[in-house]
């Protein structure tokens, strides 16, 4: 517990933010925050979701040792996998190590397939189109991106994707904040 608090406070200050605004961020009380990171309160893993995502980290990031640098990532190291109510296919691209602020990966879509959701969140997201046609809406207007072209835009507007084709498509994307 003492690590997670020494780099809860070591973030806060390395982003410039005082126990106040930190607060009004995580909607946790100053008193409790400071106790937090003096290592005198116990945290639930629910406050500290709150700071993770006050500070736009996975909440995995107060987990990392320093000493987990692993820049290569080795083909035979990337597993495609699944999100929950999801049809699209993810592989993680991502080396490991502190402080990482992109999230590279390669998304499957299948033939015909549109998300059934709309997505609005911090960060920014860029897609390269490998293979195929995606359809990406966002805030309302719809891009028609082809293999061997891109789209990069602000991820707080609202935005989702469609596979107009009978084939699945490929993309490249790179995404902020870390996800996964």
């Not at 805030?139 to 991106?145: A, P, R």
């Amino acid at each position: 517990m003492v690590e997670v608090s020494n780099k809860i406070r070591s973030f806060r200050l390395q982003q410039n933010l005082t126990l106040k605004e930190l607060s009004e961020k995580t909607g946790l009380s100053i008193s409790f925050l400071s106790q937090v990171e003096r290592g005198g309160s116990s945290l639930a893993i629910t406050s500290l979701k709150k700071i993770a995502d006050a500070f736009n980290v996975p909440i995995t990031h107060f987990f990392e040792s320093y000493k987990n640098q692993n820049y290569y990532v080795k083909k035979a190291d990337q597993k495609p996998f699944q999100i929950e109510s999801s049809s699209l296919l993810y592989t993680r691209l991502a080396g490991e190590f502190s402080g990482r602020s992109l999230e590279p990966i390669l998304v499957v879509m299948p033939p015909g397939l549109k998300q059934d959701n709309v997505f609005n969140h911090p960060g920014e997201e860029f897609f390269y189109v490998l293979e195929g046609v995606v359809i990406f809406n966002v805030d309302g207007t719809e891009y028609i991106v082809k293999a061997g072209e891109s789209i990069h835009y602000p991820s707080n507007l609202p935005h989702f994707w469609l596979n107009p084709l009978d084939h699945e498509a490929k993309i490249l994307g790179i995404t902020t904040p870390v996800i996964f």
